[in-house]
Nanobody, 115 residues
Framework: QGPLVESGGGLVQPGGSLKLSCTRS????????MAWYRQAPGQERELVASIVGGGITNYADSVKGRFTISRDKSMNTVYLQMNSLKPEDTAVYYC?????????WGPGTQVTVSS
């Protein structure tokens, strides 16, 4: 098992919802920040949302009001609730975790928004 494991991706119609989960392996220790990035074909990877241990969140302008990032108290699992999905949200979504200069990536999960 890798340091981070994502789940919850899939195919959804425009206007629909999906919830992504990312679970941290105990082998990598405690993380102070976790985030979701996405990469669409032919585009650079971009930050979608992030959360730090104190619960402060940050969102890309394109997802504000539609996506919500949350985590459990121990920062073992981070979630991304995605509502009102649009075709332009189609991408591979990657989980990222970081602490004290160390960073880890998950393998990614595909989200496709299409009718």
């Amino acid at each position: 098992q890798g340091p981070l494991v994502e789940s919850g991706g899939g195919l959804v119609q425009p206007g629909g919802s999906l919830k992504l989960s990312c679970t941290r392996s105990p082998n990598i220790g405690a993380m102070s920040a976790m985030a979701w990035y996405r990469q669409a074909p032919g585009q650079e990877r971009e930050l979608v949302a992030s959360i730090v241990g104190g619960g402060i969140t940050n969102y890309a302008d394109s997802v504000k009001g539609r996506f919500t990032i949350s985590r459990d108290k121990s920062m073992n699992t981070v979630y991304l609730q995605m509502n009102s999905l649009k075709p332009e949200d189609t991408a591979v979504y990657y989980c990222y975790a970081g602490h004290s200069g160390r960073g880890f990536w998950g393998p990614g999960t595909q989200v496709t928004v299409s009718s």
